[in-house]
């Protein structure tokens, strides 16, 4: 609040906080000292029962549990470890025909490429043709012309 005071530009706002910076010291203050309170005790125990000194035989088929879970444990990384090698030999496999793909795709543009070079080429060559019987037709037109005048 103090601080909004301060900002805002209210009466009073360095009163309120120099009081609002004397608590919070004396708040820090007592809180540095230990009291002295009952510390507590967990029963860690009752979490983990192969804590327990007293109780050998729980904490021997704790044990026995323990291992029979670790060896659990054990066969499901192995069999994670199974399917990841199966995952990655598929991801070679498709890796490879996908690079197949591509190379005969790049195989196949050549090829277009080429066709479409060779198409262009019988165009031009058309085209000049076309012009070249279009002005023998127009030289013949006017042979004609002449003639008949």
Do not use: C
Not at 7 to 21: C, E, K, M, P, S
Not at 85 to 97: C, F, G, Y
């Amino acid at each position: 609040m103090a601080a909004m005071f301060k900002f805002l530009g209210w009466r009073h706002a360095n009163t309120i906080f120099i009081v609002g910076i004397l608590v919070e010291a004396s708040v820090f203050f007592i809180s540095a000292f230990d009291w002295g309170g009952d510390t507590k005790e967990y029963q860690w125990e009752r979490v983990f029962p192969q804590l327990d000194p007293e109780d050998n035989s729980s904490s021997i088929s704790s044990i026995a549990l323990a291992e029979g879970t670790q060896q659990q444990q054990i066969q499901k990384i192995m069999g994670t470890m199974m399917t990841l090698n199966l995952s990655v030999t598929e991801l070679n496999n498709a890796t490879e025909k996908l690079t197949k793909s591509v190379s005969m795709m790049e195989k196949n543009y050549s090829i277009v490429s080429e066709s479409t070079q060779k198409y262009q080429t019988e165009i031009d060559n058309l085209s000049n043709k076309i012009a070249r019987a279009n002005e023998r037709l127009q030289d013949f037109d006017k042979f004609n012309f002449n003639k008949t005048v």
